[in-house]
């Protein structure tokens, strides 16, 4: 998660204050779900449980297509992986494998479950430092491109190559610049081994190129890190490594929650006063990042990297091609949590806002276990007519715990909140959803639910039945 420092001119304001509003942007199809199939959702909710997740497959595919027509657009190859672990439904994977996209996996459990899902293995990428043996194993078997994140894990990679008389692919994790004290990676003099390496034994490791981690969503970052590994590659390949003619740019594109003018006025006028028990938070995820997703792709692409040339001429000119991982961009949209309201504690005559506990936890919407705040304001699927007036509050979980709260920022909602009502939050497909669910309080894990929109019709099925 990056830092976004709060704006220090900041506005107190009274305890009934829900401060400035934050609501989710949506997608076409997120609206139609909204306005064509409110029932649908309310009942979807009754039969399966609450938290339920809507997985929406065909805005990931479209999120998909868009980052491939940018790669197009400034005439490179650039092939896609998703990475896995941002969430974990099986129609994800399965949606790769339709639209003949890879998979990035850290794990032995994604990628049985990758390959399970008809990714062939040479199209899955393993990342991860230090990986396990079975891990090396099973990848090595399956041909997948292997990011190698350390000299020891690159000899025990060589090893069971022999072993096996399998060649090894792989790239090499170099440590950005800008992050030397990140403990992923290798240093340039690592890097300089690891070639050595790869060179004296071509018929056990097979060099395709190289990549780096970078945490943040700085695009400038990623464009100095991709030139630096763009002129290594080509050295590299100079020297006799002939497959070496991949760069890695990894993941890390921005989404855009919120509008950026709504983002920017919530940030000169947060306050703690905005807030369940004066609670405050150092930083937050960039939810109103201007450029995002395939357009913060195509930034890295057209930014120059010699002269006007950019990184994408650069690359084409020399015939070597980019692999992207993004996880949270390729779920922008593509997934919503539905909560059922299960009690209200009416406090606006002492307090100025209501508080509501919902039906699940905090533990189904990460933000908060990083000790931030997922921003973007829940929508209100009211049970039963009711006429407008505003209704200010914040929203807990029905867990024993002070700080199991789903939302500790007042939101004003435009009708009273009852119980038996929905609370949708909206875009929490990318990590938000599943990444620390647990079954405390002895709570089963909450269903996915597959959606798919065809004209006015709605169609669903439980994740992993398809
Ligand atoms: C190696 C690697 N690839 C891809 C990603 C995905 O990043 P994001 O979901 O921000 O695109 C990560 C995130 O930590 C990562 O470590």
Redesign the pocket.
Known sequence: MSVMQLANDATPCDAACPGTPLPSLRHPQVEALLRQHPEALHSLVDGLGSPLHLMLPQVFTGNVQRFQRTFEQHAVDGALLY?K??NKADCLVRACSQQGIGV?VASLGELEKTLGGGVPGPRIGI?GPEKSQRLLELGLSHQCLLAIDSLNELRRLQQLAHDRGQAARLTLRQRPESHADSRFGLSPAECAQAIALCREDPRGLRLEGFSF?LGGYSCEQRVEAAAQLLTLCIDTRASGLDHCRRINL????AVQYVSPQAWERFRQHNHPTHYHAGKSFSDFYPYGAPRACAEALADILAAPVEGTISLAQQAARHGIDFII?????LLDQAGISAFRVQGVKDRRDSDGYALVTVQGSSFSLSEQWFNSEYLPEPVLLPASPREPEPFIACIGGSTCLEADMLTWRKIRFAHPVRPGDLLLYLNTA?YQMDSNESPFHEARLPHKVVIELDGGALRWQLDGLA
């Open positions: 990475a672990k941002a990035d990342s981690h990894g993941g890390g594109f991982e993004p996880g949270r961009a990318g």
